[in-house]
């Protein structure tokens, strides 16, 4: 590459500065005074990061967030890993509908989403109504304000996010390696487990790690079908802030939530690093 | 000798969507015999090697290996052994299992594919290096692991897919004597596909040459070279002058034709009746330079431009009423004012059956 003279550097650093002024403006320094708040508020010290291990409420939180994210990954990968194998492994047709159908989801906002599960789910929604109308089951079940509703919206949320960086990693897998495996006389089952399985472990790696990532912070989905009896970090730093307001204890959380994502993302940044993703080719 | 041939494939046809990617393609392969597939890219050799292997179903036609119908088998119940152009070695997998794969797929004691791997590695000669990836060998190991892997559970047929192409000229030819040489010691019969009319030649007991989906000629190298069947054998298989003429008279064995201002002598074939159009193909290495007498045509031209090879010097000689004829001469007789310059006159001679004769009847 070219090496660039110093006056381009100059010209580079004023074309982005504005950016770089605005990035400073109105993020980092939020950022900061949330930070500070959390050793500030109400009184200097680290009493709000105590609460981590003596507030029962507190941790009742963070153990129903990490379930409920737990979950949502262990259900999320593998369907997004299905749709990315068709995907990758489909027709050019195929591949182009399919492709399509991941992405289109991404448009449509969490809060709409929300509300069409609210409608699906609820005791006199469409799954209870027919479900009672087949005469399967006679009372409706509870599909909605708990835990199931939650892990339900947040899945149906993450599964574009899993199946992504799968397809970004399939994507590289020769498959050729795996029609060389079936004819040294592997099944089909035997050839995908000994070859395309682990060359997409990167891959369910990065989804894993992505999937967690974002339901860590997840708001509005949780909000709106756990229905205030499933409280997950987010709420309730939203809670802390806005209504009580407990700003230390708000501010401590999200100094948490963020420490926890830059960790994750750490650790995704290393699986998408090239020379750990590609599988050697000749 | 066994009765059924090794591998008959009749009628075999495959379409995509409105287009034959391969018409009707028969062919009978003997047991330990190296047949080449050859021609350009496109023309169907790689579509005719998925189908025996089983990865592609044809539309029509049947494969019988040793007599028994296995155009339904799945490729892993053939389990012929195959070489991928760009090698397809498992990447995350050692040198060592790589080459074990086929063995432990078939459940072999894990005593005996021990020494299987051994013994294969040691004749691919890549002792020691079992533990290392594919990833840390060079590309002529990479090369020689693939064939170890591919013959390590003794299969019935070797398929190799342009497994050659990306190695440079010297290992190449390393690889291609280490073929034969596995062809010759294990009576494996290998199916080899190659756009590469050198490799082809050198290589095959028998080249199929293939064209648009079709097999155009299948023969020894030197009775495709020697009598090409067709212009497009000709042009693809070494390089060929087309001298166009009319036959005068037939005479025995021979025809005398005419080509502008030259009358030529050629060898006969059943079709050149007087008063046809036919080719003759001519090698350019068959012509010599200032030949002539008895048996010999000969006919004078312009050096148009010459190219040094090496081993040989090209000449571009225009023939009035032929055209353009190439010619090539041993470099070692072109000392100086061996070979003439470009726009010297110079007369060329080649024996009455150097030529060999197309009429204009010929397929494709």
């Given amino acids: ?282 | 000798m066994t009765d059924a041939p090794a591998l008959s494939v009749r009628g075999l046809t495959k379409r995509y969507r409105a287009v034959a990617a391969v018409a009707d393609f028969n062919i009978d392969i003997a047991a330990g015999e190296f047949v080449t597939l050859l021609g350009p890219s496109g023309s169907g050799k790689s579509t005719v090697l998925s189908m025996i292997a089983g990865f592609t179903r044809p539309d029509s036609g049947s494969i019988r290996l040793r007599g028994t119908d296995i155009t339904g088998w799945s490729p892993e119940r053939r389990a012929f052994g195959m070489v991928y152009q760009g090698y397809a070695l498992f990447p995350h997998m050692s040198v060592g299992e790589n080459v074990a794969f086929g063995l432990r797929m078939r459940g072999r004691p894990k005593a005996d594919i021990a020494a299987r791997v051994a013994s294969l590695l040691g004749r691919v000669r890549l002792t020691g290096l079992e533990d290392r990836l594919p990833r840390q060998l060079s590309g002529g190991q990479q090369q020689r692991v693939a064939l170890a892997r591919a013959i390590a559970f003794e299969p019935n047929l070797l398929l190799l897919d342009e497994p050659l192409s990306a190695l440079d000229r010297q290992l190449r030819a390393d690889v291609q004597r280490e073929l034969r040489e596995l062809n010759r010691d294990l009576g494996l019969t290998f199916i080899f596909v190659t756009h590469d009319q050198d490799e082809a030649l050198s290589l095959s007991d028998r080249v199929a040459v293939m064209n648009e989906g079709r097999l155009i000629q299948i023969g020894t190298p030197d009775a495709l070279y020697e009598r090409p069947a067709s212009r497009f054998i000709a042009g693809f298989l070494g390089q060929s002058n087309f001298i166009e003429a009319m036959v005068e008279e037939r005479r025995g064995a021979e025809i005398a034709v005419r080509c502008g201002p030259w009358r030529l002598i050629a060898p006969a074939t059943s079709s050149a009746a007087a008063g046809s159009a036919v080719t003759l193909v001519l090698r350019p290495e068959r012509i010599e330079p200032g030949r002539s007498g008895a048996g010999w045509n000969s006919v004078t031209g312009i050096v148009v431009a010459r190219s040094y090879l090496g081993a040989s010097i090209g000449l571009d000689v225009q023939v009035e009423g032929i055209g353009p004829v190439l010619v090539t001469v041993p470099a070692w007789s072109g000392g100086p004012g061996g070979v003439p310059m470009p726009g010297e006159p110079i007369a060329l001679g080649w024996p009455h059956h150097a030529a060999s004769v197309l009429t204009e009847a010929e397929p494709a």
């Avoid at chain 1, 409608?119 to 027919?130: A, E, K």
């Avoid at chain 1, 401590?252 to 650790?267: C, K, R």
């Fill in chain 1, 1 to 282: 590459m070219r090496r660039l003279s110093a006056s381009t550097k100059v010209a580079g650093l004023a074309l982005a500065a504005p950016a770089l002024l605005m990035l400073l403006a109105f993020y980092l320094v939020p950022v900061g005074r949330v930070l500070a708040l959390s050793f500030t508020d109400p009184r200097p010290g680290l009493d709000n990061y105590a609460l981590l291990f003596t507030s029962s409420a507190i941790q009742a939180v963070l153990l129903a967030t990490v379930r409920i994210c737990l979950i949502t990954t262990a259900i999320a990968v593998p369907l997004g890993y299905a749709m990315a194998y068709v995907i990758v492994t489909g027709s050019q047709r195929m591949r182009t509908f399919l492709l399509f159908g991941v992405l289109l989801p991404l448009w449509v906002s969490a809060l709409a989403r929300s509300f069409v599960w609210v409608t699906l789910l609820q005791r006199r929604g469409l799954i209870n109504q027919w479900l009672q109308g087949a005469g399967l089951i006679d009372e409706p079940l509870p599909l909605i304000w708990n835990q199931f509703g939650v892990v339900v919206g947040m899945v149906h949320y993450m599964i574009p996010y899993a199946a992504l960086p799968l397809i970004a990693v399939m994507s590289g897998i020769d498959l050729k390696l795996v029609e060389a495996a079936r004819g040294m006389g592997a099944s089909k089952g035997r050839a995908f487990r000994a070859v395309f399985l682990p060359l997409s472990m990167p891959g369910i790696a990065a989804s894993a790690l992505l999937v967690l990532i974002l339901t860590f912070g997840f708001y509005t989905t949780p909000a709106i079908l756990g229905g205030g009896r499933v409280m997950m970090i987010a709420q309730y730093i939203t809670t802390q802030i806005l209504v009580l307001p407990r700003w230390g204890v708000g501010a401590m959380l999200a100094v948490l939530l963020v420490a926890v994502t830059v960790a994750l993302l750490g650790l995704l940044a290393r699986f998408f690093d090239p020379a750990h993703m590609r599988p050697e080719r000749p």
